[in-house]
Structure formats: structure tokens, C-alpha cells
């Protein structure tokens, strides 16, 4: 039987800090409509959609800087987590192994080449509700209550390097087995300054840019994505977003040139932290296909409109933003 490539399976989780952890339970909860799925005793709070599967697929944790903790991915059987940890470690990555976090057994810990901290598991809790967070559709693990914004499930993380440390970010998720879909250049005589990462089918797992504006292992988080089943569902997420008084980042509603997913980035107001609501990206199914090319010029971030924070990025200011929106670039 032909093996697969790689060694995961899927993006499990995400663990951000946040300084003013209930403020940003409030607006995952109340505006975003996740489920809270537990708290431990760090006085970490879980979180998920309701078309998710596991105990969680996001958890926030208290920190007086926000940023990423770390980033968890299910291995692709029990046996591959013990091939994945063994080629981790003959590359120097590993970082040896931890307890798990609720919803899943002992996990190995990583670092990926510009000091972001990732883990790999196996053991899950596959959380199926009852009462009144149950649905009467056995494939469902939660009901759809319609709460919030409502996002269906946990979809993808952005972050970025410092300069000249994406090609060390490449070779290794090209080493894990992912597929490089898309990839972001200055121009064809100069090495790649980003690109999307995607296990199986989606238009990326993980996306890794370049920042100019940071400095080599600062491990800079740029934002996590929540999905949509409809476009339509992203206008009535930003209306509802505009009633309670939050402003759409970077020109958005608008639609990504790179992977033509349709979104809008909202910011947490407890962390700070950049969401994404978003949907109807490509589907990649080709083992073999990509990367299509997209050059910074062309702002493959954004095929609608003028907002480009690789532009903005390039005038000195951190991940493109500016008091957390990108400003029109003239045309």
C-alpha cells in the first residue's frame, strides 16, 4: 500500500495569549459564537466552532503580551507521530515531549525555523455534544444555534519571519510533507518571501510571510481564520460585526488574489489579535500541483481592492498595519 508524503494530518489547534483573557472569552463567545469547551487550571479557556470535531481548535490563555503560544497539529496515525518525532529530531527541531491540554493525549513539541512553537499528537477527544448543544445529525458533533457571527469550523493561521528567513520556513514544511499551493515573490531573480502550506485539500493550513520590520526569531503571530460555508455569511458576519461597533481590517469585505478566499479580519479587543472570517478559497486536490506564483505587486493579498499590507510592510510598519488598518495604497 502506497504511503502518504507526510506526517500530519490536519491543523488541530491554536493557543493565543491574551492580556485581558475575559474580555476576549466575551467576543468569542457572545460576537464570534464559539462554544466554550473547558478551562484548566492556568486559567486557559477552550474553544471551538460547531461544525468542529475535536474538544477544541483554539485556546486562549493569559499572558500580559499577546501572541501565539503554539500551534497543535494531529499526526497522521500513532505510528507516523513516532516517524514525525524521529525526523524532528535529526533535524534539530524537537523540543521534546509535553503533557497534552484537554482534548488530547501527550503531545512533541517543535520549533520551526523562525522560533514559532508547534506540537505534534495523536490521541484525541472526539467531543460530541448532548442537550442542548446536541444535533440531530449524527455527523454533526455540535448543533448549528445560530449564535454570533457563527462560523462553521476552524479553517487556517498566518504568521510571519523576519527577513530572509522564509526560505529556512520552506525546505522545512517541504521536509514535514506539505503542499506549497501558492507562493508570494518579489521577482523571479530573488528567493520566494512567502507562500501558503496545506496538508490535503484546503487552499492552505498555514501561511508563512516575510516581515521586513521584525527581527530573526521573534516568532510574530499575523492572524487565524475561522470559515464560512457562503460568501453571503461573510456579509452578514461584518454587518453584524458593524452593528456592535468593530471596524473591518484592511479594506475588507474584499476577496485574497492568492488562494481567491473572500473574508474580512475583525480585531479581538481583549488581545488585540487579528481574526479572519472567510470563505470559498480553492480546493486543492493534485498531490503534485503548484506553486502558482504571485508577485507582491500584483498584492495577492487583496484582488479587489487598493489595501496592500505587503506594501504597507515595506514602508516600516509591522505586519502592514497601522493602528490596526492597512491605509489604501494610491493607484
Given at each position: 500500500?502506497?504511503?502518504?508524503?507526510?506526517?500530519?494530518?490536519?491543523?488541530?489547534?491554536?493557543?493565543?495569549?491574551?492580556?485581558?483573557?475575559?474580555?476576549?472569552?466575551?467576543?468569542?463567545?457572545?460576537?464570534?459564537?464559539?462554544?466554550?469547551?473547558?478551562?484548566?487550571?492556568?486559567?486557559?479557556?477552550?474553544?471551538?466552532?460547531w461544525?468542529?470535531?475535536?474538544?477544541?481548535?483554539?485556546?486562549?490563555?493569559?499572558?500580559?503580551?499577546p501572541?501565539?503560544?503554539?500551534?497543535?497539529?494531529?499526526?497522521?496515525?500513532?505510528?507516523?507521530?513516532?516517524?514525525?518525532?524521529?525526523?524532528?529530531?535529526?533535524?534539530?527541531?524537537?523540543?521534546?515531549?509535553?503533557?497534552?491540554?484537554?482534548?488530547?493525549g501527550?503531545?512533541?513539541?517543535?520549533?520551526?525555523?523562525?522560533?514559532?512553537?508547534?506540537?505534534?499528537?495523536?490521541?484525541?477527544?472526539?467531543?460530541?455534544?448532548?442537550?442542548?448543544?446536541?444535533?440531530?445529525?449524527?455527523d454533526?458533533?455540535?448543533?448549528?444555534?445560530?449564535?454570533?457571527?457563527?462560523?462553521?469550523?476552524?479553517?487556517?493561521?498566518?504568521?510571519?519571519?523576519?527577513?530572509?528567513?522564509?526560505?529556512?520556513?520552506?525546505?522545512?514544511?517541504?521536509?514535514?510533507?506539505?503542499?506549497?499551493p501558492?507562493?508570494?515573490?518579489?521577482?523571479?531573480?530573488?528567493p520566494?518571501?512567502?507562500?501558503?502550506?496545506?496538508?490535503?485539500?484546503?487552499?492552505?493550513d498555514?501561511?508563512?510571510?516575510?516581515?521586513?520590520?521584525?527581527?530573526?526569531?521573534e516568532?510574530?503571530?499575523?492572524?487565524?481564520?475561522?470559515?464560512?460555508?457562503?460568501?453571503?455569511?461573510?456579509l452578514?458576519?461584518l454587518?453584524?460585526?458593524?452593528?456592535?461597533?468593530?471596524?473591518?481590517?484592511?479594506?475588507?469585505?474584499?476577496?485574497?488574489?492568492?488562494?481567491?478566499?473572500?473574508?474580512?479580519y475583525?480585531?479581538?479587543?481583549?488581545?488585540?489579535?487579528?481574526?479572519?472570517f472567510?470563505a470559498?478559497?480553492?480546493?486543492i486536490?493534485?498531490?503534485?500541483?503548484?506553486?502558482?506564483?504571485?508577485?507582491?505587486?500584483?498584492?495577492?493579498?487583496?484582488?479587489?481592492?487598493?489595501?496592500?499590507p505587503?506594501?504597507?510592510?515595506?514602508k516600516?510598519?509591522?505586519?502592514?498595519?497601522?493602528d490596526?488598518?492597512?491605509?489604501?495604497?494610491?493607484?
Amino acid at each position: 500500500m502506497a504511503k502518504n508524503p507526510h506526517y500530519l494530518s490536519q491543523l488541530a489547534h491554536l493557543e493565543l495569549f491574551s492580556p485581558k483573557v475575559e474580555e476576549t472569552v466575551t467576543f468569542l463567545t457572545d460576537v464570534v459564537g464559539l462554544d466554550e469547551t473547558g478551562r484548566d487550571e492556568h486559567g486557559s479557556v477552550y474553544f471551538r466552532a460547531w461544525g468542529d470535531y475535536f474538544h477544541h481548535t483554539l485556546k486562549i490563555s493569559p499572558r500580559e503580551t499577546p501572541g501565539m503560544g503554539h500551534l497543535g497539529w494531529r499526526a497522521d496515525s500513532a505510528e507516523a507521530l513516532d516517524e514525525c518525532v524521529a525526523y524532528l529530531e535529526s533535524t534539530g527541531a524537537g523540543m521534546g515531549w509535553v503533557d497534552g491540554d484537554l482534548g488530547h493525549g501527550r503531545a512533541y513539541r517543535f520549533k520551526s525555523p523562525d522560533g514559532h512553537i508547534h506540537e505534534v499528537f495523536w490521541d484525541v477527544v472526539w467531543l460530541k455534544e448532548t442537550g442542548q448543544r446536541g444535533s440531530i445529525y449524527a455527523d454533526r458533533y455540535a448543533s448549528n444555534r445560530r449564535i454570533g457571527v457563527n462560523p462553521r469550523r476552524f479553517d487556517h493561521v498566518t504568521y510571519m519571519v523576519a527577513k530572509f528567513q522564509y526560505g529556512k520556513e520552506k525546505a522545512f514544511w517541504q521536509g514535514m510533507g506539505l503542499k506549497n499551493p501558492d507562493e508570494v515573490r518579489i521577482s523571479d531573480e530573488i528567493p520566494a518571501v512567502g507562500g501558503l502550506w496545506t496538508i490535503g485539500n484546503l487552499s492552505h493550513d498555514l501561511a508563512v510571510f516575510s516581515d521586513p520590520n521584525i527581527e530573526p526569531n521573534e516568532g510574530t503571530f499575523n492572524h487565524l481564520a475561522f470559515n464560512f460555508d457562503s460568501r453571503e455569511e461573510v456579509l452578514l458576519a461584518l454587518d453584524y460585526f458593524t452593528e456592535r461597533g468593530f471596524k473591518s481590517v484592511m479594506g475588507a469585505p474584499t476577496r485574497h488574489k492568492a488562494d481567491e478566499g473572500f473574508f474580512i479580519y475583525i480585531t479581538d479587543p481583549g488581545s488585540g489579535i487579528l481574526f479572519e472570517f472567510y470563505a470559498c478559497a480553492r480546493l486543492i486536490f493534485a498531490p503534485d500541483h503548484g506553486p502558482d506564483i504571485h508577485y507582491l505587486k500584483d498584492n495577492p493579498n487583496d484582488a479587489w481592492g487598493h489595501a496592500n499590507p505587503f506594501a504597507e510592510m515595506g514602508k516600516g510598519k509591522k505586519l502592514g498595519l497601522t493602528d490596526g488598518v492597512v491605509k489604501p495604497v494610491d493607484m
